[in-house]
């Protein structure tokens, strides 16, 4: 599929929060790398002096060996007042496609939003490997205003990464996304343990991947709606999160993690109203004597 070159507009900028699921798929892939490497198994040895044989990629695969199987976009843009919105949560899953017609769909996505920065959690360690690793094995074209994605990560690349933005570079030890979000007091991995994907994968089970890939979109929007507010302090960040969790919620209602994000909007709104409630003696005392 070839991709004509389209203009990009820069203002206001445009995001694209992308966060995928993967897993070993090609075991004919995995067979030609033996033969390459001219392995014969022997039963219950390491192929390897010093091997683990989780650690050993002859008798077990790689990433590059590794298919996709959910990916899930939230494209966003700056708002007029401050902060960010969302203008489109699209997901393309097994359950209805390929590999071929998720990565046409991306691409197809990329296309149209040719000026869009990427964010992503550990994307240039993960995700943006798997994408050029696919647009490779299934001989697609990536859109041109997107042809750096070739190239891999370097700091003139549109993509923050916020796993390398929070560790300052991994100069601070590597963390989970799930701490952040427990820091941030932001909701996360609501359907399933992010060591149950893998599982869920084999299992075909791709309802629930897809919901746990799209709360991996949602959470990585809302951290970013954070690390924005560094430098945009237009508009409070409760009502950037509380935007883009209604905005999640209207486009998304059935799904499974809709309850957990209502009952978090919620909570934020009660906490905002006793917030308030406290300042009123402070601000405005008279209105508690006219009670």
Known sequence: ??????????????????????????????????????????????????????????????????????????????????????????????????????????LDLLCQNPGAEIISWGGAMHDLCMIRMAVMRLGLTLPTAWRWLAFGYSRD????????????????????????????????????????IARLIYARNWKAVREACECDVISTALMFAHWRQMHDGR????????????????????????PALRHHRQSLFEEQQAQAASRIPALAPWLGEAA
């Not at 100069?171 to 992010?194: C, D, W």
């Not at 409070?236 to 905005?247: K, Y």
Request: zero cysteines; proline letters at 7%.
């Open 1 to 106: 599929m070839k991709y004509t070159n389209t203009p990009i507009d820069q203002k206001p900028r445009k995001y694209i929060v992308l966060d995928l699921e993967s897993a070993v798929l090609d075991d004919v892939g995995h067979r030609r790398y033996q033969v390459m490497e001219r392995w014969r198994p022997q039963r219950g040895q390491p192929s390897r002096r010093n091997y683990k044989r989780s650690e050993d990629p002859l008798q077990t695969p790689r990433w590059p060996f590794q298919s996709i199987v959910t990916i899930s976009a939230m494209v966003m843009i700056e708002h007029p007042d401050g902060g960010i919105g969302m203008t489109s949560f699209e997901t393309w899953s097994a359950a209805v496609f390929d590999e071929l017609g998720m990565m046409q769909g991306l």
């Open 157 to 196: 690349a549109r993509h923050l990464d916020l796993q390398q933005v929070v560790t300052g570079g991994f100069k601070m030890k590597p963390i989970h996304q799930a701490e952040v979000l427990a820091a941030l007091n932001l909701p996360g991995k609501i359907t399933a343990a992010p060591f149950a």
């Open 235 to 258: 508009t409070e960040i409760g009502v950037v999160v509380d935007r883009i969790l209604r905005d999640v919620i209207e486009r998304h209602p059935a799904a499974g993690y809709v």
